[in-house]
């Protein structure tokens, strides 16, 4: 193997350098691609961090922001579970 690696002519490195970099830019467009589809980029997650015993620590308006990023986020994951328990239920039906 070193014998090889050693006919090689010189500057092939830099192929084998932009491989990785193509590879991982492919990586980091894949994850971003990923991220905005899941809701990854909400600028009011910071508010799922808190809950009611946080109440007096939040001024009024944050507070109430707070309240309505909680609804979304409940509503959310009740239309997840409910596709979920659907997708389940279909599996074992076609069984």
Sequence with gaps: MKSWIESLPDGWTIYVWMVV???????VVIGLRWAARNAQ???????VVFDENDKERMDPEEYAKYKQVMEQQETSRKEY???KAE?????????
């Design 41 to 47: 980029f909400d600028e009011d997650i910071k508010y």
């Design 21 to 27: 970099g193509v590879a991982i830019l492919i990586a």
């Design 81 to 83: 579970l409910k596709h």
């Design 87 to 95: 997708e389940r239920a279909a599996k074992h039906a076609n069984r």
